[in-house]
Every structure is written in structure tokens, then in C-alpha cells.
């Protein structure tokens, strides 16, 4: 892995993170998020649907550490999107953040006026409001459509990758182009008992390390960002501790045998989870 991820404008993204979706509590968010920062993270991922930008905010401020060495990345959700909403959504993220400027902003969902927003979010990039812009959830074929009309190409992609749907046609064309691919759900969110995975466990046990350790090194390995969600502290370190063993070519090859090419987290082609998703009104105060 490369601890730090250069982004196609120069900007430097770390490559392991720290997510912050479905922690109920403004109070264990913040906490998490503290946790984390002290435990080294310096990426933190939040979005305005996760109704927890202010404890993010909180915590950035608690944890002492400057600014600059921070990079958070929110997103603009669905019911925000064309060019006067999403320059008023940036601004109200921002203000929930207590921030000045985001270090990556990205389309949450390929719905809605995609077009609009994104051209708000390059003149908020112009501005000097958002370090670098990018969207998640898109398949390659909107990205390509996305830079061929707009002026600047998104930096990142952020996408649902773990072992059991390793995407690694769709990761190469990204990378081809130049454009970070950032896994989210590195565990899948826990299902199908994926720590305790016998292929995974036995990579583990040759190295000495946890079953979620060999999860992020792999997608690591592959030039791929992490942000991994934990609201214990011992898994929060140990999520952080990646860096001092490395998978074999083998390694690497038994885990890619766990891919079962299809989303564990439902069909995003389905007209069902467009209406479902369209519909998400949400009030991004906390709960
Ligand atoms: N762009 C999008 O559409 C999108 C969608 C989903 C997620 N995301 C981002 O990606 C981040 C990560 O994905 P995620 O939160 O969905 O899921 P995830 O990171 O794949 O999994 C989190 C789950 O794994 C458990 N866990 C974490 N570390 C562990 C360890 N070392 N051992 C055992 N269990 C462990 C956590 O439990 P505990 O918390 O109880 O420890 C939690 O249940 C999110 O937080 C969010 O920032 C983005």
C-alpha cells in the first residue's frame, strides 16, 4: 500500500480511512471520530444522509489536530442535487462541519441532476471551497459520459468493494483513467461472516494478523482506498495497523477467489431502489 494516494490534480488523499455511516448517536459518533483521529487516521468520511457532519465537526475541533493535516471528505445527497441546491448544500455542509473548505466532495448517488451539481461542484472547486470533487456509486459508463461534458474529471469514485465482490474490471478502467477508486464496505458490513472466513482466517494466522487486516491489505494491495466503520476502539486501531506485512501474489489470488461478481447491498438498476431513493427526504439535523 502507499499510505498516501495522489489524486489526478495533485492533492493527496490518504489511503486508509476512517467512515462514520450508521453510528446512531451524536455522542458515539463524535466519540468514534475522536477515537480515530487519536488512533492516526487523518481521512475521516462523512456525507449529509448520515446526519452527522456536526459530531464530525465536534470532534475535528476536540482532536487539536491542525487542519491541514485532516482530509474530510462529505456528500451531497440526491435531494440536493442541480446547480443552486447543491451550492446551498455544500455551504450548509460545510457550515454543520464548522470548516471552510472540504478536501473531497462527491455526488452521493448517480441520480437526479447529476449535470447541475457537478458544475456547481467545479465552481466551488474553483472557489477553492472543495480540494478535489468526485462522485460515488457511479458505473463506469456515466463517469465516462460525466467527463466527456463537463469540464473537470472527477478525481475519485467511490464504490462498494470487498472480497465478495471484488469489481476488478470496473477498479482497472478506473485506474486507467486516472481516477482513485475508493472501496466502500471494506467488510461488507460484516455479512456472510466474512471475519471469520476460513480462506481469509488462514491468511491471517501465516501472518499473525486479524481476518479484517488481510481484508483492507488486500484491497490496499491493489491501489485502492479504505474506510473502513468501526465504533470500538480496540477495532479501530486495529483496522489502522496495516502496514507491516504484506500479502503474497498467492495471497492475493486466494482472496480474489471469494468474489461473487454481484452486490451484496441490493440492485441499484432496480427501478424500486431509484423510487426508494429519490423519495429519501431527509432533515440533516441529527438524531
Ligand atoms: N458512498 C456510499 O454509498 C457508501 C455506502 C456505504 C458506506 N460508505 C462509507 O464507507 C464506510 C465503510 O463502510 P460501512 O460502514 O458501510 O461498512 P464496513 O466498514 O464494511 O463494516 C462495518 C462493520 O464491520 C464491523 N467491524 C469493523 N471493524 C471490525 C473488526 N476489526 N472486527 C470485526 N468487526 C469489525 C463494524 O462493527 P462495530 O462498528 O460494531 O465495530 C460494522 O458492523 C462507511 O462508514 C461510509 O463512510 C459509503
Known amino acids: 500500500m502507499k499510505k498516501i494516494m495522489e489524486l489526478s490534480n495533485g492533492i493527496s488523499m490518504p489511503q486508509l480511512g476512517f467512515g462514520v455511516f450508521q453510528i446512531p448517536t451524536h455522542e458515539d459518533a463524535k466519540k468514534a471520530t475522536l477515537q480515530a483521529i487519536k488512533a492516526g487516521y487523518r481521512l475521516i468520511d462523512t456525507a449529509a444522509a448520515y446526519m452527522n457532519e456536526r459530531a464530525v465537526g465536534e ?8 487542519r491541514e493535516d485532516l482530509f474530510i471528505t462529505t456528500k451531497l445527497w440526491v435531494q440536493d442535487m442541480g446547480y443552486e441546491a447543491t451550492q446551498k448544500a455544500i455551504d450548509h455542509s460545510l457550515a454543520r462541519l464548522d470548516l471552510d473548505y472540504l478536501d473531497l466532495y462527491l455526488i452521493h ?23 478535489a470533487i468526485g462522485v460515488a456509486n457511479f458505473e463506469n459508463d456515466r463517469l465516462q459520459d460525466l467527463m466527456i461534458n463537463n469540464r473537470i474529471k472527477p478525481m475519485v469514485n467511490q464504490i462498494e468493494l470487498h472480497p465478495f465482490h471484488a469489481q476488478f474490471k470496473r477498479v482497472q478502467w478506473l485506474q486507467k483513467q486516472g481516477i482513485v477508486a475508493e472501496a466502500w464496505g471494506p467488510f461488507a458490513e460484516g455479512k456472510q461472516q466474512i471475519f471469520s472466513n476460513p480462506i481469509i482466517k488462514k491468511i491471517a494466522q501465516s501472518h499473525e494478523k486479524t481476518t479484517g487486516q488481510v481484508i483492507l491489505r488486500w484491497l490496499t ?4 482506498v479504505v474506510i473502513p466503520k468501526s465504533v470500538h476502539e480496540e ?16 495471497e492475493m489470488d486466494m482472496m480474489s477467489t471469494l468474489d461473487q461478481k454481484q452486490s451484496l447491498f441490493g440492485d441499484m438498476h432496480d427501478p424500486e431502489t431509484v423510487v426508494t431513493l429519490e423519495k429519501m427526504h431527509l432533515d440533516y439535523d441529527e438524531r
Open 59 to 66: 470532534a475535528i475541533k476536540e482532536s487539536g489536530v491542525p
Open 109 to 131: 448517488q448517480p441520480l437526479n441532476d447529476v449535470y447541475g451539481s457537478w458544475r456547481a461542484m467545479e465552481d466551488a472547486y474553483d472557489a477553492g471551497k472543495l480540494k
Open 221 to 224: 494491495q491493489r491501489g485502492i
Open 235 to 250: 477495532r479501530i486501531v486495529e483496522n489502522f495497523a496495516i502496514t507491516d506485512f504484506e500479502l503474497t501474489a498467492l
